[in-house]
């Protein structure tokens, strides 16, 4: 099973971009675990991550996260995909990160 882990500053609007991507991972039929969590928790909740992404609002903070989660592919979401709250577009980037 991949964990995809979605990072932002709150944790919120992101929520709803994990719902989405959920709905495309099962139609997939990708077994896979998709979290939404803040920015501050990434130690914590993403360093055994298959991948990360990070909201657009963040995309600075990708160096102090890959410094939290060593190892772990990390990338931010396009700022139309987030937008559009695209959850195909989202795990697209993810699947293709984890090389899927």
Do not use: H, N, W
């Amino acid at each position: 099973m991949k964990k995809i882990i979605l990072l932002c500053a709150g944790g919120m609007s992101t929520s709803m971009l994990v719902k989405k991507m959920q709905e495309e991972a099962a139609k997939d039929g990708l077994e896979c675990e998709i979290a939404a969590y803040p920015q501050a928790d990434a130690k914590d909740k993403a360093a055994d991550a298959d991948v990360i992404l990070l909201g657009p609002q963040i995309r600075f903070a990708k160096a102090k996260v890959a410094e939290a989660c060593p190892g772990v592919p990390i990338d931010a979401i396009d700022m139309k995909i987030y937008g559009r709250m695209d959850g195909r577009g989202a795990l697209d980037i993810a699947k293709k990160m984890m090389g899927i």
